[in-house]
């Protein structure tokens, strides 16, 4: 296994925190991305995606307030915004694909957040994300070993080197030296 592959592990409720926002990229946060002990009712804060038009900003259910929203975009907009309101003590937990557990890191980063106060748990598609280092277009929803590049066409080999600041798998043209000499290609991230 990579070095640079990030390794996840089940969402445990920092004490150290005074304010705790989780945030899934489904409608449901899935009790097996959370640690043994922990429920989705013991963070202040509930953010999920619905999906669907009829999402609403929020509402407060007992001491927890839940938030549903359009789409991941329409999220990380108003998480951008919430974290550039947060003060120290305020705790970020997400839940969901590789890429969107990153896109939501980086906002925390580009406030300020510490790594320590930012959880990561990878839950659902294994699909990855993945730079073509030879036109430097990302390509989405990646399940192969080998894929083609949506931005020059070439085939690339899907390494197992990820980047933090891209967000993304390397991917590296895979008959450079031969051309049309491709490898057999394998769905191996479901």
């Not at 003060?87 to 939501?104: D, H, I, N, P």
């Not at 280092?133 to 083609?148: A, L, M, Q």
Request: glycine content about 10%.
């Amino acid at each position: 296994m990579s070095k640079s592959r990030p390794t996840y592990s089940p969402l445990y409720l920092d004490k150290t925190g005074k304010r705790h926002l989780i945030v899934c990229d489904t409608a449901e946060i899935p009790a097996d991305a959370l640690a043994d002990g922990v429920t989705p009712d013991m963070f202040d804060e509930r953010w999920t995606i619905a999906g669907h038009s009829k999402a609403i900003p929020g509402t407060e259910r007992g001491a927890v307030a839940d938030h549903e929203f359009r789409s991941m975009n329409h999220m990380l907009i108003a998480l951008r915004r919430r974290l550039g309101e947060e003060k120290m003590g305020f705790r970020l937990y997400a839940v969901g694909a590789e890429g969107f557990l990153w896109e939501v890191r980086t906002a925390a980063i580009a406030v300020g957040m510490g790594g320590g106060e930012v959880q990561l748990n990878q839950v659902g598609s294994q699909a990855r994300r993945v730079f073509c280092n030879h036109c430097r277009t990302i390509t989405e929803g990646v399940t192969t070993n080998i894929v083609e590049c949506a931005g020059c066409g070439a085939h690339l080999f899907v390494r197992d080197h990820f980047s933090r600041r891209l967000n993304a798998f390397a991917g590296f043209q895979v008959d450079a030296e031969e051309p049309g000499d491709i490898p057999e290609i394998e769905e191996i991230y479901r």
